[in-house]
């Protein structure tokens, strides 16, 4: 699972390998400790436009369907076991239809010991981003009118798989991670073959894995109010 991470860049520091045509003025800040609901910047290919259009947007973390009566359904929906995509109709449409990369700096998760948790943060060494699979959903706010510009909520999802190796001995799930190669075919919104992507995602994931770096940091991360450059140092294990 991945329920907390981290972006300390944005814009194009963020994703200039991934091509982004269009860059959101409302982009959120850097933060150390992002949370389901908070916002966070997803890419996605636009299909309003031929060819689409790469944006990099804001969005809140937790997928609200189109068809849910309020967003609260999103708190629940941060992760998508990537095996049961298309069993769950809270995701099957996403997948076939609006799938987003997720760039981030690290992840933190939880390792379970005799003594209790102990949080890591899981990072590329040489500190340059790290991207997830994710799948994004728009949905209407009833209560808002027309002509409200907030009307639309974007939001979004990560997709997990079973971990292995090192990440494993920290928990059993992971990140779906893209590699930069295969953010292309990930994005595409006109591809028919959306198995055989998701499963070339899935099976790519463990390359981008084995270049992780794993260190224990401060319990002070798991307080969301916590968000601050130092909850990435290191502390004994």
Known sequence: MCGRFVVANVGSELVGVLRVDVEGEDLPAPSYNIAPTDPAAVVLDSVKTEPPTRRLARARWGLVPGWAKDPSIGARAFNARSEELEDKPMFRNALHKRRAVVPVSGYYEWQKTADGKIPHYIHPVDDAPLFFAGLYEW???????????????????????????????????????????????????????????????????????????????????????????????????
């Open 139 to 237: 949905w209407r706010d009833p209560r808002k009118a027309d002509d409200d510009p907030g009307r639309w909520m974007l939001s979004f999802t990560i997709l997990t798989r079973d971990a292995f190796g090192p990440l494993g001995s920290i928990h059993d799930r992971m990140p779906v991670f893209v590699d930069p190669d295969h953010a292309d075919a990930w994005l595409d919104p006109t591809t028919e073959n959306v198995r055989d992507v998701l499963d070339a995602a899935v099976d790519a994931a463990p390359a981008v894995a084995g270049t992780l770096e794993l260190r224990p940091v401060s319990t002070a991360v798991g307080n969301v109010r916590n968000n601050r450059p130092d909850l990435l140092d290191p502390v004994p294990s």
